[in-house]
Structure formats: structure tokens, C-alpha cells
């Protein structure tokens, strides 16, 4: 007659504790109980699904009954009567009750009149009590005098996956045991054993693949590969297991964040046009396309690609590509896309946040670091040591007084070599005061948002090539942010200079023409028939103090603050 077929999940399901996986902290721990007659009266083994709860209180149930475990390392034998007995679920001295169908008082109350009886076999009963949090809370005072104070004979072991739900009552009764999560490394070499031992061809990509569908449960683990085993045979292909399994290709992230890289946001609808076609549930695919972004960020901080739990090849991606990106940039693609696994379990359309969540990625402006912003900054103002000296700039440069004439485009263009920096610094900052106006009604002219905000830009001074203007009002500011590379083409434009920049200050209230950095000497010069001494050149400056040009120039040029 054919042997029954097993599932792997019990056809390989450990008889030992050294078969254990990935539970040697409790495996360990509870063999040097029974080697040191230190045997608890009641166990609480808490953890995931498919991480062994069950399975290690079966093996301990055999281990304190054996009559052959201290002569064999304290592990259950496997060939007595009573091993045999409790792995066949025939042995009288060990009951296994569901707590979700046996959760009331009367439940419990047949069960403490029944574990009075001394066992019939081994050394002890046995009561163990899965999914225990089911138990209702008159249940469970039902049996806290037992739980506390068993007969000798009686032990314990409470399993469930939500310790948390426990009276503590119960909790401090019992020695708590926590069950780890299994690692993808532990699933994928316990498949390959059973692989191996049953003739089955596979290779480690579909190993790894099985493992992380059983997000870190081995039970789950198993059936999974029961499946792929129905669907291929005894051959085991990855390509053909993502079809069986309907999972996304590795791959198919990589085309996202390519599109990203290029800010194809019309890849977007076609992306997310493919999710749906193939099936896949919009949920699990957010899901995953996080994990790929977590996986790119640990290459971008660590370089260190081994860290990833994926194959050879697609290491190599993933340092390729984590040249594309910064932290920045992977931190803020991240928040998007958790934010819309948050909208997709109460929106009307998971289609659309898809969709939504894809084109806000593609169009994502990329974070610059401080070195380069402050590079760009540099190339902006340009090569500071080409700059004359400051004590040179004022022993060679022609005095200019408060009532001199403003300095024309032409006297700037037709100005000697010999003419210093901070001679045509004050020049621009004259020639950009008296015709600020009319860049402002330019641009106002050919924008439709500056038309708006035109009134609130005023020109403050200059420093170098950096033009510092200032608004007071949050739209203004918003607005000049959102347009601020078209104002300055235009500002380069308009005066000639391409070196331009632009620096923009908020201040609490609109400031008026008087009190502005700089003054216009032409509205400013009153006649003044006294003769003019050769001493340095004074101006006045809001606070009425009147100061020489080397400060002068200090202000404007490096934008010192007049104390």
C-alpha cells in the first residue's frame, strides 16, 4: 500500500531540541532545567506564528516522560513507548486543548478535576494550552488557584502569539519564554536540507524567494514550498515560481526607481497600468517597493551590499544604482510611499493612490548636500582670490562723496584697468537701485505670478554679485520660491550681468522708501556752498552716523551689520 502523503510542515517537524531552528536561548535553556531537576510548574511560550511554540512543548512534554533522556543528552529518545505515544498524540499523560473552542469556565473547570490523577506512563502530565489568549477573563480566574499551585505531576505550557493579551495575574504566574522570528538565512538552509534529503532541484534564488514570502515563519516557510513543489515538480525554478506564487519580480522595482532617477513621471500610469494588469495586490506591492527603497538606503549608508538579504546580481544593482540617489532623497521617497499605505486602506480607489504615490515620486526635486550647495554658491559669486586686496581698493580708488553723481552704464563700461572693485561695486549698486523699478515692472510684465507679488519686492543692497531684496508677506515669499530661477535669468538679463544672484530676506512689515540700506545720492545731494576738504568721503547710512569708505564698503560688499 503507498505510504499517506505528509505535509512537510509535519513530515519535518523536529523531534528533538538540537532539531530546533533558530530557538537555541530556549532550547538551551530548558535542557539544563531538566539536567538540573529545575522543572518549572508552568511555561509561557509567546512569539509568532510557525516559530515552534507548539513543536518545542511537545519535545519538553517528551523529555521530562522519556525514560531514556538522561543517558541521551536529555533529549527525548524517539523509540519508547511513551515518545511514540506523545508524537502520535495517543499518550493519555499529555492533552493539547485549543484555547479558542475550550475558553469558558465549565472548560475549565472539567479540566482541573481531571488533572488530579497521576499520570499513567511517565513521570508527569502534560497540559498544553495553544492560542491561551482566547481564554475569557472568568477562564482564566478559573484557573489561577491551579496555574499557581499544581499537583506535583502537573506542568503546564501556555502558547500564544499575543502575550500581551494575558491577565498579569497569569503572566506572574508562568516562566516566559520568547520565541524569535525566524531569519530568511535559517528558513532558506532548513529548505535546502529538506530539498536535498527529498531529491527536490531548487536553487538559492528560489529558496530565497519562498523565504521572505513566509515573512519569518517557518511553518509558513514550508507550505509554501509544498506549493511550488505542486506547481514545478521536482524542479524548482524561479522564474516559473514567481508565476505560481503571482509574485513581483525584483526587477520590476528597479524600473521604478529608474524612472524616478529620470523624472519620467509619464512612466508612472504605465507602471502602475502593469500592477494591476498582473494581478498584484496594491497593498503587498507598496509594501515591497519600501523594502527595495530600505534595501537601496542600507547600500547609500553603509556601502556595504552584503548587509541585503537578496541575491549576487542584485547586489550589484543596488550599488549601481545607489550612485543615483542620496539619503535625502531615499528618506522622502520612503515617507511618500508609507503615507500612501496609510490612504489606500480608506480611499475609494487603491488604483489612484497607486497612481498619485507614483507620479508625486517621478516629479521629486532631489536634495542637495551642503558642500554642493555651497560649490554652487562659490561658482556664483565667483573666485574670490581674483579680487583685489581691500587696502589697495581704497588707496587707489577716486573719492566718492555722498553728493556725487550716479555712476552710468557708460562710465562703468569705459572705466581704466586701474578702476578697483569697490569703485564698481558701488557703480552696479546705484545703476541696480535707479532702475529697479523698471526690472520689476518687466518681469511683472511677462509673469502672471510676480504681476501679483511685484509690490512687495523691494531691492535691499548688494553684495558682490549676491542682489539681497526683501518682501513681507509668506505669499510673496512662497511665490519668489516657486519662480525664483526665471527671476534671476531675468535679472541677469536685464542688466547684463549672467553672474547675478539672488538672496532674499523676510521682514516683519513692508519697509518704506527712507529707510532702505541704500540711499540714492541724487535724492539725497543738498546744495552745499562750503569748500570741500580732502578728507575721506563720508555717507549717511539710516542711523545718521556718518562713516568712511572702507566701512562703506565693508557694508556693502560683505554685508556687515553698521553697529
Known amino acids: 500500500m503507498e505510504q499517506e502523503y505528509q505535509v512537510t510542515a509535519r513530515k519535518w517537524r523536529p523531534q528533538r531540541f538540537d532539531e530546533v531552528v533558530g530557538q537555541d536561548h530556549i532550547t538551551r535553556t530548558l535542557k539544563n532545567a531538566i539536567r538540573e531537576n529545575r522543572l518549572a510548574h508552568a511555561y509561557l511560550f509567546t512569539g509568532q506564528r510557525g516559530c515552534g511554540k507548539t513543536t518545542v512543548a511537545r519535545i ?14 536529555y533529549e527525548p529518545c524517539n523509540l519508547c513507548d511513551v515518545c511514540k505515544g506523545i508524537t502520535n498524540g495517543s499518550s493519555m499523560d499529555v492533552a493539547e486543548i ?3 473552542s ?7 473547570r472539567d479540566l482541573r ?17 495553544d492560542e491561551v489568549h482566547m481564554l475569557t477573563p472568568a477562564a482564566f480566574n478559573a484557573l489561577l488557584k491551579t496555574l499557581e499551585e499544581p499537583p506535583r505531576h502537573l506542568v503546564f505550557i501556555l502558547a500564544t502569539t499575543e502575550a500581551q493579551k494575558l491577565l498579569p495575574t497569569i503572566l506572574s504566574r508562568t516562566q516566559r519564554y520568547d520565541f524569535r522570528r525566524m531569519q530568511i538565512d535559517e528558513i532558506v538552509a532548513r529548505l535546502r536540507h529538506i530539498a536535498v534529503a527529498d531529491a527536490i532541484t531548487t536553487d538559492d534564488d528560489s529558496l530565497l524567494l519562498i523565504a521572505k514570502k513566509a515573512d519569518g515563519s517557518m ?32 526587477d520590476f522595482y528597479f524600473e521604478i526607481t529608474d524612472a524616478i532617477h529620470e523624472h519620467a513621471a509619464s512612466k508612472a500610469f504605465a507602471l502602475s497600468l502593469e500592477v494591476v494588469t498582473r494581478g498584484y495586490d496594491i497593498e503587498e506591492f507598496i509594501g515591497g517597493l519600501l523594502d527595495h527603497l530600505r534595501n537601496l538606503l542600507t547600500v547609500i549608508v553603509t ?14 544593482r543596488y550599488t549601481k544604482d545607489a550612485a543615483s540617489f542620496n ?3 531615499v528618506l522622502r521617497l520612503t515617507r511618500i510611499g508609507f503615507g500612501a499605505l496609510e490612504r489606500i486602506r480608506t480611499a475609494h480607489s487603491a488604483r489612484v493612490v497607486l497612481e498619485l504615490m507614483l ?35 581704497v588707496t587707489s580708488a577716486p573719492k566718492v562723496s555722498a553728493n556725487a553723481p550716479v555712476a552710468t552704464a557708460d562710465k562703468k563700461t569705459t572705466a581704466t584697468k586701474e578702476t578697483t572693485s569697490v569703485v564698481v561695486a558701488v557703480g552696479d549698486l546705484n545703476l541696480i537701485a535707479d532702475q529697479w523699478s523698471e526690472f520689476v515692472a518687466s518681469v511683472a510684465a511677462t509673469s502672471v505670478p510676480f504681476r501679483m507679488i511685484a509690490d512687495d519686492i523691494e531691492f535691499t543692497l548688494l553684495r558682490q554679485n549676491i542682489v539681497e531684496i526683501t518682501v513681507s508677506k509668506k505669499h510673496t515669499e512662497e511665490t519668489f520660491a516657486r519662480n525664483r530661477d526665471m527671476f534671476i535669468a531675468k535679472l541677469g538679463e536685464f542688466f547684463g550681468n549672467q553672474s547675478l544672484g539672488i538672496e532674499l530676506k523676510k521682514v516683519e512689515k513692508k519697509m518704506s522708501a527712507s529707510s532702505t540700506s541704500f540711499k540714492n545720492p541724487k535724492s539725497s545731494a543738498k546744495p552745499n556752498n562750503k569748500q570741500q576738504t580732502p578728507e575721506e568721503p563720508t555717507v549717511t547710512i539710516e542711523d545718521g552716523i556718518e562713516r568712511g569708505e572702507l566701512e562703506l564698503t565693508l557694508i556693502k560688499e560683505f554685508g556687515a551689520t553698521p553697529l
Open 219 to 250: 511553518r509558513d516557510a514550508q507550505s509554501v514550498f509544498d506549493q511550488a513543489v505542486a506547481f514545478s515538480g521536482n524542479n524548482i525554478r524561479a522564474d516559473v515560481l514567481r508565476d505560481a506564487l503571482n509574485l513581483i519580480d525584483a
Open 113 to 129: 478535576e481531571n488533572v488530579k490523577y497521576p499520570p499513567l506512563q511517565g513521570s508527569y502530565r502534560v497540559i498544553i494550552i
Open 359 to 393: 507620479v508625486e515620486m517621478t516629479l521629486l526635486e532631489r536634495v542637495l548636500d551642503v558642500k554642493t550647495l555651497l560649490d554652487e554658491i562659490r561658482s556664483l559669486k565667483g573666485n574670490a582670490n581674483s579680487l583685489p586686496q581691500a587696502s589697495s581698493s
Open 327 to 329: 539619503e535625502g532623497d
Open 102 to 108: 475550550n475558553n469558558g469556565v465549565d472548560d475549565v
Open 98 to 100: 485549543d484555547g479558542a
Open 60 to 73: 519538553l512534554a517528551k523529555a521530562i516522560n522519556c525514560p531514556n533522556a538522561a543517558t541521551n543528552n
Open 303 to 316: 556601502a556595504k551590499p552584503q548587509l541585503l538579504e537578496v541575491v549576487k546580481h542584485h547586489q550589484e
